[in-house]
């Protein structure tokens, strides 16, 4: 599968000094504060879900990382080249007294667009497709209602929503240098993002909604 340049470009801007810098942007909150729970979402490149999600109040904690494939310990390339199976996606650890599973999943919704099946915007692959993985039976039933109710409301115009519902099993943490990558390369994150038309795309899909419950700012 072809990466989309801009994103290759701006990766190998940071390669050379990932290494360096592992140590200093942690991937792991320090205090969580009562009992957390875990969502996790494919939505494309997880540079983008994980800095969505970051600005939710009640979020912990966000890893980007890669889960629903074949094997074991996979790495970028092999993800991104489609021979793993596995999805980029974002685990998220956050306060259910702050913010619930259901509201997590609406914003998810309204943060990527459900009706493409080949990808998320310019990147394209069953790698970038989108996908709600349910850690446990209840998260199942909570996303289920919640597609039902995105598909019964009409708002996407009869188009078919293609983001299945999924149950979790292992999900691998990606390499140092994805972890918090809009901190770590704010003006390149900027460009990818810019250059890939997910911030268009979402408002031409879903108008003042876009981007709902989350700080864009």
């Known amino acids: 599968m072809n990466v989309f340049n801009h994103r290759g470009a701006a990766l190998a801007l940071v390669l050379g000094v990932a290494l360096m810098f592992s140590q ?3 991937t792991a909150a320090q205090d969580k504060p009562g ?10 490149c997880f540079w983008c879900v994980e800095s969505d999600f970051d600005s939710v109040p009640g979020v912990l904690d966000t890893i980007s990382g890669y889960t ?3 094997v074991k310990n996979p790495t970028y390339a092999q993800v991104t080249a489609g021979a793993s ?9 956050f306060d259910p007294k702050q ?3 259901t509201t997590l999943v609406d914003i998810f919704w309204h ?21 709600i993985f349910a850690t446990n039976p ?3 039933q909570l996303a289920m209602a919640s597609k039902a109710k995105l598909i019964k409301s009409g708002v996407l115009k009869k188009r078919k929503v293609r983001t299945p519902v999924l149950t979790a099993g292992p999900f691998y943490a990606a390499e140092d240098y994805h972890q918090n990558y809009y901190k770590r390369s704010p003006l390149q994150y900027k460009f990818y993002r810019y250059r890939c038309g997910r911030d268009a795309r979402l408002k ?9 419950g989350i700080d864009t700012h």
């Open 68 to 70: 629903g494939g074949r």
């Open 24 to 26: 200093m942007v942690p």
């Open 111 to 131: 943060s990527v667009d459900p009706t493409d099946g080949g990808g998320q915007f310019c990147d394209r692959g069953q790698s970038y497709t989108s996908a």
């Open 99 to 101: 913010v619930s599973y």
């Open 35 to 44: 009992a957390s729970a875990v969502a996790i979402f494919a939505g494309g």
């Open 204 to 212: 031409a899909l879903w108008g003042a909604d876009a981007m709902r």
């Open 138 to 140: 209840a998260q199942r």
């Open 85 to 93: 199976g596995h999805r980029e996606a974002v685990k998220i650890t």
